[in-house]
């Protein structure tokens, strides 16, 4: 049984208008942090969903020992990428995270989410704070079936998460790094300047 995680990194950036795997980080590329924070226990295994640049972004994934999907039909939206992403999954899996790379989180988020997450045994786990719901959300592996299905049509990921709300945890945090999302040249500053303060 495997903890997985998928980096969701296929998007083409049109708001950021430069590609937003390749913006700086701390020194290193968004794509280079992520991969860094998601290739350590407990996550055993990383997929990277790839698109736009994909043949650019390829050796960040490689070098990080993390494994590479290319979504083809990245243009149509998220949801093609996620279902890529879990496709790529085994049924076995215990437990998968789900982070954008566009969504940087430290490690220790993701460690306490996902070891807060097995002992719950709620089919999903997400951070919030301040009472408002963050990201990465993390789902029991009997939901990839579902992954594998979401569509742009039907609201993709948050689809599953409404349909099983009834048997979702929240996680709240003192810090609102969970929350950060990056979509434009000044969210991608002001989120900077917080995550490095």
Known sequence: MTVAAILLAAGESARMGTPKPLLDWGGQTLIEYQLV???RPPI???VTVLGDRADEL???VR???AEAVVNERFAEGRASSLRAGAAALADDTEA????????PRPHDVIARLVDVHRLSGSLITVPSFEERRGHPPVLDGSLLPELREVSEQTR???AVIAAHEEDLS???FETSV??????DPQEYERARESYFA
């Open 63 to 65: 070098d990080a020992g």
């Open 58 to 60: 390829m050796p960040y």
């Open 44 to 46: 055993e295994r990383v």
């Open 156 to 158: 993709g990921l948050r």
């Open 96 to 103: 998968v995270l789900v982070l954008a790379v566009d969504q």
């Open 178 to 183: 969970v929350l950060l999302d990056i979509n």
């Open 37 to 39: 924070q998601l290739s």
């Open 170 to 172: 929240e996680l709240a």
